[in-house]
């Protein structure tokens, strides 16, 4: 899959949360007048969302578009049923490990890379909101159960940037079907109380080959009616997720 460099994918665009938006840091210990479920902040203050997160959801969208379609898709994240161990050829692969890669006794990366994405405007206020926690038992609610959740205000938009390579038609149509899903199921935690709407806009393709890269052909850039007529060629008629 990586032998040779067929062609590279620059895809452009924002996400922007529709509404609040919760990447939790996973901090383990709360600080004296703390926050119980603190966002994921850079060192200067301000919220990301990290590629992981962002390549996480897209996959997991991808396989259940996958599975809908009657494609055969392995069962991440468990080592032992996912094709890098029960399949030797990587030609045999499903497309979700095609796609994005699989461990096991043949471990293969992931064919696209998920840049973290940075607010496109300094973020002035995070919104902080208090919840409180069921005993399902008791149908009450529990003892010390009040906790503080922090979220990035709705209407933040952050850069987007996706680095894909030598995707085929399918792989790149399944791709960008997984990134609208997205919008329609959700992003980070808290879903359930209402966060995590997102919104993804694609604004502009890059393609560049090896011969780029040796200063012997020029890239191209497709925005625009251009991309709508590139990714139509590619086998995508649906333009919703374009900017």
Same mark, same amino acid.
């Given at each position: 899959?990586?032998?040779? !460099?067929?062609?590279?994918?620059? %895809? =452009? ?8 938006? +919760?990447?939790? @840091? ?12 603190? %966002? &994921? ?27 809908? #379609?009657? #494609? ?5 994240? /468990? ?27 043949? =471990? ?11 607010? &496109? ?5 995070? !919104? ?20 503080? %959740? *922090? ?14 390579? /030598? &995707?085929? $038609?399918?792989?790149?149509? &399944? ?11 959700? !992003?980070?935690? @808290? =879903? ?9 806009? %694609? ?13 012997? *052909? ?7 009616? $251009? ?9 995508? @008629? $649906?333009?919703?997720?374009? +900017?």
């Amino acid at each position: 899959m990586f032998e040779k !460099l067929h062609e590279r994918l620059i %895809i =452009s665009g924002t996400l922007e949360a529709v509404t609040p938006l +919760h990447i939790g @840091s996973g901090k383990p210990e709360l600080e004296i007048g703390g926050v119980e479920m603190p %966002i &994921l902040r850079t060192p200067d203050g301000q919220p990301y969302v990290p590629g992981s997160s962002l390549k996480g959801r897209v996959r997991a969208e991808a396989e259940r578009i996958a599975r809908e #379609m009657g #494609m055969e898709v392995c069962n991440p994240p /468990n080592v032992k049923e996912m094709c890098g161990t029960k399949k030797k050829d990587p030609e045999e692969f499903c497309i979700c490990c095609r796609i994005f890669g699989t461990a096991g006794d043949v =471990s293969v990366a992931s064919k696209v890379k998920f840049r973290d994405a940075y607010p &496109l405007e300094e973020v002035k206020s995070i !919104l902080e909101r208090t919840g409180i926690a069921i005993d399902r038992k008791k149908g009450a609610v529990a003892k010390g159960a009040l906790y503080t %959740i *922090e979220a990035v205000p709705a209407g933040t938009r952050f850069g987007l940037e996706i680095v894909a390579d /030598n &995707l085929s $038609d399918d792989e790149l149509k &399944l791709l960008f079907a997984a990134l609208k899903s997205v919008e329609d199921s959700a !992003l980070g935690g @808290s =879903s359930s109380r209402g966060f995590g709407k997102v919104k993804i806009s %694609i604004s502009e393709v890059c393609r560049r080959t090896a011969g780029y890269y040796l200063g012997e *052909e020029e890239e191209q850039r497709f925005r625009g009616e $251009d991309l709508k007529r590139w990714l139509r060629e590619k086998g995508i @008629s $649906d333009e919703r997720i374009l +900017h």
